[in-house]
């Protein structure tokens, strides 16, 4: 990994949300990690996360991989899709295909920054489409 050993250890690994499977728990420096990644296009950050995601699906059974999008607009206004990116480079890794375009955002929602699981549960709900 690209991190110190104490920035490391401190990173949380999660386990499987149900069928979505994460590595890091945003919080702490799991979550400055991301937000140097999303939000200020940190490429080695990115790195960082790649290899902790492939760690994580290391052994496990999957066809794709499917990156929840950004709607359009927040796209255009920050420049990125960070779950594509993501995605694109896990893809790349894993030797599996990256299934883009296969949900899509139904409408608009408030940036998720600052809520809790139980908000951003009702968030996002009914906004993403198959």
């Known amino acids: 990994y690209l991190l110190c ?36 296009q940190r490429r080695d950050a990115l790195g960082v996360l790649l290899d902790f995601l492939c760690e994580r699906v290391q052994g496990r059974q999957f066809e794709g991989i499917v990156p929840v999008p950004r709607h359009p607009r927040r796209v255009r206004e920050l420049g990125s899709d960070p779950t594509f990116e993501i995605g694109r480079g896990l893809a790349r ?29 009702r968030n996002v709900h009914g906004s993403f489409r198959a």
Do not use: M, N
């Open 5 to 40: 050993g104490a920035c490391a250890g401190a990173l949380v690994p999660l386990a499987g949300l149900r069928r979505v499977h994460t590595a890091i728990a945003y919080e702490g420096k799991g979550g400055e990690l991301l937000r140097r990644f999303k939000f200020q």
């Open 93 to 121: 890794r894993t030797g599996r295909p990256l299934w883009d375009g296969v949900l899509r955002r139904s409408r608009p929602t408030p940036p998720q920054t600052g809520l809790g699981p139980t908000d951003r549960r």
